[in-house]
C-alpha cells in the first residue's frame, strides 16, 4: 500500500474525569495519539443499514500498526483533525492484520467524512 491511500489525519482521544465547580464529574477528553489514516463510508449489512435510519453513519479506518494504535480501545474516540468532526469506536480489529489496525467508527450523518 502506497503512503497516498493514508491521506487523512486523525487523533484518538481517552476519557479523563475531572470534578466540576458543583462536586461532580465530569469527561475531558486527552488527545493520546495522532496518525494518518484511510476513512471509508461502510455501506455494510443489516445492522449498518440499521444505524443510518437511526441517523448515524459507519466508517472503515485504517491506521498503521504501533503500539499506540493497538492500544486503541472502543472506550476512545477518533477526531478527524482537518474537518475537525469526532466520532465513536466500536469495533477495534488489532489482530488480523499485523501492518494496520482496522476500527469501525460511527457518528451522527451531520459528521461526514
Known amino acids: 500500500m502506497s503512503a497516498g491511500v493514508l491521506s ?3 487523533a484518538f482521544d481517552e476519557p479523563a474525569g475531572s470534578s466540576d465547580a ?3 464529574t465530569s469527561v475531558v477528553w486527552t488527545e493520546v495519539y495522532r ?3 484511510e476513512i471509508r463510508f461502510h455501506r455494510g449489512d443489516e445492522a449498518v443499514k440499521a444505524a443510518r435510519l437511526a441517523g448515524r453513519n459507519i466508517y472503515k479506518v ?3 500498526s504501533c503500539s499506540e494504535t ?3 480501545t472502543s472506550a476512545c474516540r477518533m477526531r478527524d ?3 475537525g468532526t469526532s466520532w465513536n469506536i466500536i469495533g477495534v480489529d488489532a489482530v488480523a492484520d499485523r501492518a494496520f489496525v ?4 460511527e457518528g451522527p450523518s451531520s459528521e461526514a467524512a
Do not use: P, S
Request: net charge positive.
Open 8 to 10: 487523512d489525519r486523525v
Open 22 to 24: 458543583f462536586g461532580g
Open 35 to 37: 496518525c494518518a489514516a
Open 62 to 64: 485504517r491506521v498503521r
Open 70 to 72: 493497538r492500544g486503541i
Open 81 to 83: 483533525v482537518r474537518r
Open 102 to 105: 482496522h476500527l469501525t467508527v
